[in-house]
């Protein structure tokens, strides 16, 4: 129990230095959109885009959560459904341009 407790206290701890640090600033920002695959050759190059970024880039659908740079991920959902494309970064506006062929809203 009191290792559980000093675990605890060191969380704590760093939460306070990190909200002194970044101030009122979010962590992280994220830009979500809806998007669905007509075929197997958009995957492909939805993949292949997003994997020249270096932000962290997820699909949804339901609880499942896979990497959107992850091919075999990205095919395990299949194609036709709509899916919850979440992007963890400040500005992807180019990104955004460049996978519109896929955005449904």
Do not use: P, W
Request: proline share 0%.
């Amino acid at each position: 129990l009191a290792r559980k407790n000093a675990v605890f206290m060191r969380l704590l701890a760093f939460r306070k230095r990190l909200k002194k640090v970044l101030g009122k600033r979010s962590i992280y920002v994220m830009k979500k959109a809806v998007i669905r695959f007509a075929s197997v050759n958009q995957i492909v190059q939805f993949v292949n885009i997003v994997s020249h970024y270096g932000t962290d880039i997820d699909i949804r659908i339901g609880n499942r959560v896979v990497d959107a740079k992850s091919l075999l991920g990205v095919m395990s959902f299949g194609i036709g459904k709509l899916l919850e494309l979440v992007i963890l970064k400040e500005s992807c506006d180019d990104l955004m341009d460049k996978i519109n062929f896929c955005i449904v809203a």
